[in-house]
């Protein structure tokens, strides 16, 4: 798996805000999904859908086994 994606999943398994926060675009166009939820937009919307997960989790454990990335420019 490549570096970005082993960098986000540490940060998401760590619960650390900051981190995840480093692991963004911090603009309008951002979304995402969460299994389960609706899609958000934005990333202030996206920042607190992290936060209410860390604030309400002790433990989060992730793993992938066919990860899928897709590579245009320097963005992953």
């Known amino acids: ?4 994606n082993t960098a986000f999943y540490q940060a998401m398994q760590s619960l650390n805000l900051a ?20 899609l958000l937009s934005g990333w202030d919307k ?3 859908s992290w936060s209410v997960i860390f604030s309400s989790t002790v433990q ?12 245009l420019g320097d963005v992953a």
Do not use: N
């Open 46 to 48: 996206v920042k607190e």
């Open 19 to 38: 981190r995840m926060e480093d692991m963004w675009w911090h603009d309008d166009w951002v979304r995402c999904l969460h299994p389960g939820w609706e």
């Open 1 to 4: 798996m490549g570096e970005a």
């Open 60 to 71: 989060l454990q992730v793993s992938t086994s066919q990860p899928l990335v897709c590579v």
